[in-house]
């Protein structure tokens, strides 16, 4: 039997099900380059460059390991431009009795694999991606008569079948969670270890050129280029960071700073998504760091619960509910997304490092993403669908099964709590709190009301006057509602006029 493997640009894995059972002396892998997933949205620049290159120094170390590659190029002559397309292509070059593909991880790709046996009349089979901890029945079955669907108690029950950080039936520490520990606000002079950056090498450089040439109007700096593109590179990058920042990534894992895009953050989002990595080895990894006094508890504990906890979560959550989760609204969120989410261009000082630090390397870290970009997003109203793209668009590790639930659900409130207890939205205090960057702006984070006033101020009470009938009844916003209650019609009416102002500025398309 002639089998055709497909691997998809974020299947990099030579563990993954669809290799299962290769014969290489018959069998053929097929991969592309394809403008429909270049396009479908605008992808980053440095984005699709780092996916690209991947996917080419996979291809070439599978080749010299004696895989039969049929690997098609972007601007390949005969390129047909989808995956449905390369398929039927090769499908007309050679005689296969059988398609294996390893289930896509977006649901919309995965739709259309699902039609491939009707459409070519061959037999398709479609595995399961065991990369992953959790199965989707394992999800369904967790999350069956559940009210609520919250990440702690999946978790607790990953920890338990993967036997991450336990003594026996109990947590390590007597604690599951420690992120209590893990808030402290940044210090003068830090000291951040360089991240990982690779060397760029011919592969590379044929792709960044390629980029540069064809998608010249997408968004982002394609260079400096940085990333890891194979798998050695990768495993390097994790090294590094569990020698160099992981003990210091509890402690300040939700702090800014200006100037400091990386932090003690891993970084590692990038190659575990697209399959360089496999997950359970880098928790293991951190682990490890632990029980050998090389980190303390509370930064590995975090960093774990980010991996077997969190990721696993929205997956299951995405698969749960898609394609309905794909339309919630739950805010009724209609503004358009305002240019300086592309440019920058914004007085407010901590809008615009995370944007512009997102354009330089298509990547923010979790606390600039949710609650400085995100928080924003929220109090602003922003269109749900506008937002989800954007966050699509502009980082390098982002899928939509990982980022639609992180942005319908823990960003915007869009599915009415179903992922989220309350809405994370946040004053200037918050971020003054965890940055220096209010030190750097032209508003006074101080400052309640008026032109002077950091927005994040008024624009947090405003949000909670627009939306009372619906959030009133949080218990979780008590404290909040009963401090609103106490406000006199004055005092609204200044938020609500200063929101106002801003809002039509940011509609003109003034600097806001």
């Known amino acids: 039997m002639k089998k055709l493997t497909v691997i998809l640009g974020d299947q990099l894995s030579r563990d993954i099900s669809s290799l299962s059972d290769f014969d290489k002396d018959n069998d053929v892998i097929l991969m592309c380059e394809v403008h429909d997933e270049t396009k479908y949205v605008k992808h980053h620049k440095k984005k699709i460059a780092f996916l690209f290159s991947a996917m080419r120094h996979f291809a070439k170390d599978m080749k010299d390991d004696g895989y039969n590659i049929h690997y098609t190029k972007l601007d390949d002559a005969d390129n047909a431009g989808s995956f449905t397309g390369e398929v039927e292509r090769i499908l007309k070059q050679y005689d296969f009795d059988k398609i294996i593909v390893t289930e896509a991880a977006e649901y919309r790709v995965l739709e259309d694999m699902k039609k491939w046996a009707g459409k070519f009349g061959v037999d398709v089979e479609i595995k399961a991606d065991d990369r992953f901890l959790a199965t989707h029945e394992e999800f369904q079955k967790w999350a069956e008569g559940r009210k609520e669907l919250r990440m702690e108690f999946f978790y607790r029950e990953m920890r338990r079948k993967h036997n991450i950080l336990m003594d026996g039936d109990k947590p390590v520490g007597g604690k599951w969670n420690f992120d209590k520990e893990n808030r402290k606000p ?11 950056h690779a060397q760029t090498d011919d592969i590379t450089q ?3 050129k390629l980029v540069a040439e064809k998608f010249d109007d997408h968004f982002g700096d394609i260079e400096p280029f940085f990333f890891a593109v194979t798998r050695d ?26 100037g400091e895009p990386w932090m003690y953050h891993s970084h590692l989002s990038f190659y575990i998504n697209c399959g360089l990595l496999n997950p359970l080895e880098v928790i293991q990894k951190a682990e490890k760091a632990y029980y050998e006094d090389d980190a303390p508890l509370n930064a590995v504990e975090g960093f774990i619960r980010q991996i077997l906890g969190w990721r696993e979560y929205v997956r299951g959550i995405y698969w749960l509910e898609m394609p309905d989760y794909a339309h919630k609204n ?10 300086l989410f592309w440019s920058g ?27 400085v970009l995100g928080n924003f997003a929220l109090l602003a109203g922003l269109d749900v669908k506008q937002v989800n793209e954007w966050y699509l668009i502009v980082y390098a590790d982002a899928y939509e099964w990982v980022e639609m639930p992180n942005v319908t659900g823990m960003i915007l409130y869009a599915d009415g709590g179903y992922l989220a207890s309350k809405p994370y939205a946040a004053s200037g205090a918050y971020i003054n709190r965890m940055s220096d960057y209010c030190k750097n702006c032209s508003y006074s984070v101080t400052k309640k009301n008026g032109p002077k006033a950091c927005p994040f101020n008024y624009l947090y009470w405003d949000f909670f006057i627009r939306h009372q009938d619906r959030l009133k009844g949080n218990h979780r916003l008590g404290h909040t509602y009963r401090t609103l209650g106490k406000m006199d019609d004055e005092k609204k009416h200044m938020i609500e006029s200063d929101a106002d102002r801003f809002f039509k500025a940011m509609k003109n398309g003034d600097c806001v």
């Open 345 to 371: 261009e914004t007085k407010m000082n901590c809008m615009r490092q995370c944007v512009l630090e997102t354009k330089e390397n298509a990547y923010a870290h979790h606390i600039q993403r949710l609650m």
């Open 330 to 339: 739950h805010l009724h969120a209609q503004r358009d997304l305002p240019w």
């Open 206 to 208: 044929d792709v960044i």
């Open 233 to 258: 590179q990768a495993l390097y990058a994790l090294n590094k960071f569990i020698d160099e920042r992981l003990s210091k990534f509890g402690d300040f894992q939700d702090a800014m700073v200006q």
């Open 186 to 196: 940044p210090k003068d002079n830090m000291a951040v270890p360089a991240t990982y």
